[in-house]
């Protein structure tokens, strides 16, 4: 679907549910379901505009774009191919409201088995989101702002190759970067001498936004959930083919002791890519924690993540050097009316030192955005929010203000 | 002082039969609708959320209504009506009350659930709440009020408010009765959910039963 007709129709049906609420209530208000009740159909359309101009700075997402300037279509069809066994799908297109940077590509496609009948155990294997944190949360509803939290969204200085943006303070908003054929990040050519010529945005700490070829487990019940996937790609940059950056591990378990109270911890490790000049693999370490709390009118979540990873050493004859970054987002919703809530998130990213030392390798970043969401009815939601951005210095601007938009609709 | 008792007891019940003759003249000239509505759609609620199932599980209750009927706002029984929280569902899934009843959630299960409505004839948010406790909503306007939950997307509900008492829901195998209905010819409407409702005309005798049935696809 071309970028314009999206937001065209996700805008149409957001006015037409302020115009007349009864033409709303016409959209469906639950997933569409077919052959008989096995398989069913949910999806969404979402419409996002920024003041400010397109920012890939602190906002870039897929593929550089601007995800407070983005239209995206989503449709999840999921299929129960028998008792034991299904297949399910997340398929996105996405583009900037004023580029034509358009893309297609498949979030989500596995096919799953439950060998133990009712018990709550699946198998699924395909192209899958890794498990890790909260981040099962999408773009769309689930997001109480319009932006994103800084630890899935904001792009760091490091490279799928292990190199580095420069540190230049102040200066322009780099340039998105051209995506490849592939479900990741392109990444540029690399120098030979790791000059960090390019200002291009890099990996963020985690990005389940992407999806990873594997295998992944889910287990548990309503107290106690588990998953783990062994996947292709990495965290922070997911593949869904070799790129000879070799396999990731990660897990999730997430318990709630009492109602209301859902705590987890997610860990992952593995290979996030290499350097291209020596074929030297490049690891990645995360671990997060997650709390969520939610009573009558509130709910208020918590997370807090901690990445290292290789990157290429300042001096090639150098061993690699580890980068670190401690990221820290809260956010809090609490509903004022049926259909009306008032949300705010603060997000905080701290980079720590290059190779063991004081020496930074990119600047701190922190974020502040409140907003308003207003469900006009169920499907017809549109949320309004102010963000601040600051960042002492840096590849590109050191503080951004912004007033977003966003109309979704979705069954 | 014996011979009392008696007669009080005769003239009481006198009396008595005296004040219920007009009230059972008046049932004598009653009739009532019933029948039974086919739902030939394949529709079906949808599975758990992210969890197709191979036998998902079905809601084949409909509500049949008066669209004419003899009279509004008369012996209506605007009680409490109970809609349940329990396996991540609404039970039961539809709801039929006169207006001015007071609905109670009751959550069964183990972990939080909210009801909320942004139906036009009640916009509600009860919050969240834990299993055990229950929360009340009072539905004082006619009309369809559907009910979600905010944390289960794929928990819905209907609740249907009548500012009369000349509806029924049916049974799960589709039967309904609507009683103490005046002679007349009368207008009646079978619905269920997602599909398109139909409505068909009804001549009701005193003192019998109108059959009406009704086949939705």
């Given at each position: 679907m071309p970028p314009l007709l999206a937001l065209a129709a996700a805008l149409f049906c957001g006015l037409a549910g302020l115009a007349c609420p009864a033409a709303a209530q016409?959209?469906?208000?639950a997933p569409i379901t077919w052959l008989g009740g096995r398989g069913f159909l949910s999806g969404s359309v979402s419409a996002a505009t920024a003041s400010g101009?397109?920012?890939?700075?602190?906002?870039?997402?897929?593929?550089?774009?601007d995800t407070m300037r983005l239209v995206e279509v989503t449709l999840a069809p999921s299929i129960a191919l028998h008792d034991a066994a299904f297949l399910s799908a997340d398929l996105r297109a996405a583009g900037s409201v004023d580029h034509s940077d358009w893309y297609f590509r498949p979030a989500r496609l596995v096919i799953g088995v439950r060998?133990?009948?009712?018990?709550a155990f699946s198998v699924s294997a395909g192209l899958l989101q890794t498990p890790f944190?909260?981040?099962?949360?999408?773009?769309?509803?689930?997001?109480?702002?319009?932006g994103l939290p800084l630890i899935y969204q904001y792009r760091t200085a490091?490279?799928?190759?292990?190199s580095r943006g420069p540190l230049v303070p102040g200066g322009e908003d780099p340039k998105p970067y051209p995506y490849s054929d592939y479900g990741g990040y392109a990444a540029p050519a690399?120098?030979?001498?790791?000059?960090?010529s390019y200002a291009t945005p890099g990996l963020p700490l985690?990005?389940?936004r992407g999806w990873n070829a594997g295998v992944r487990f889910d287990a548990g019940g309503d107290r106690l959930q588990a998953a783990a996937a062994l996947v292709r790609?990495?965290?922070s940059n997911p593949l869904?083919?070799?790129?000879?950056?070799g396999w990731q591990a990660a897990g999730r378990v997430a318990g709630?002791?009492?109602?209301g109270l859902v705590v987890g911890v997610s860990a992952a490790r593995g290979r996030?890519?290499?350097?291209?000049?020596?074929?030297a693999p490049l690891h990645e370490t995360v671990l997060g924690a997650d709390v969520e709390v939610s009573r009558g009118y509130w709910l208020v979540r918590g997370e807090v993540v901690h990445s290292r990873r290789d990157a290429a050493p300042?001096?090639?004859?150098s061993p690699l050097e580890t980068l670190a970054v401690t990221g820290l987002d809260v956010e809090g919703r609490y509903r004022v009316a049926a259909g009306l809530y008032l949300a705010g998130r603060v997000g905080r990213l701290r980079l720590g030192g290059a190779g063991g030392t004081s020496l930074a390798w990119d600047t701190d970043v922190t974020r502040f955005e409140g907003g308003v969401g207003w469900s006009l009815t169920r499907p017809v939601l549109v949320k309004a929010s102010y963000q601040y951005n600051r960042r002492?210095?840096?590849?590109?601007?050191e503080q951004l203000h912004r007033v977003a938009l966003q109309a979704l609709v979705w069954f | 002082m014996r011979a009392t008792l008696p007669f009080t007891a005769i003239v009481f019940a006198a009396l008595t039969a005296a004040a219920a003759l007009p009230a059972m003249n008046g049932q004598a000239e009653l009739g009532w609708v019933q029948g039974e509505v086919a739902i030939r759609?394949?529709?079906?609620a949808p599975p758990i959320e992210g969890q197709p199932q191979a036998r998902p599980r079905e809601h084949r209750r409909a509500v049949v209504f008066f669209d004419?009927?003899?009279?509004?706002?008369?012996?209506?029984?605007s009680g409490r009506a109970e809609m349940r929280q329990r396996d991540a569902t609404f039970d039961p899934h539809l709801l039929a009350i006169t207006a001015g009843t007071t609905v109670a959630f009751p959550n069964d299960d183990r972990t939080y659930h909210n009801v909320f409505s942004l139906s036009k004839p009640r916009r509600f948010d009860l919050g969240r709440y834990a299993a055990g406790r229950s929360k009340d909503m009072r539905f004082e306007r006619p009309g369809l009020v559907r009910a979600f939950c905010d944390i289960h997307a794929h928990m819905n509900a209907f609740i249907h408010v009548f500012d009369h008492r000349f509806y029924a829901a049916t049974t799960e195998r589709g039967r309904y009765r609507i009683d103490r209905v005046p002679p007349g010819t009368y207008r009646v409407t079978a619905w269920y959910e997602g599909v398109d409702q139909q409505t068909r005309e009804v001549v009701v005798h005193p003192g019998a039963a109108a059959e009406l049935d009704f086949v939705l696809h």
């Open positions: 016409g959209l469906p208000q101009g397109t920012d890939t700075s602190f906002n870039s997402g897929d593929y550089g774009q060998p133990f009948g009712g018990r944190g909260q981040a099962g949360r999408g773009y769309g509803r689930e997001n109480l702002l319009v490091l490279q799928p190759d292990g690399v120098s030979d001498s790791y000059s960090y985690v990005d389940t790609g990495s965290l869904n083919r070799d790129d000879a950056a709630q002791p009492v109602v996030y890519g290499r350097i291209a000049r020596s074929g300042t001096i090639v004859t002492p210095g840096g590849t590109a601007r | 759609s394949p529709l079906v004419t009927p003899p009279h509004r706002n008369d012996g209506l029984v």
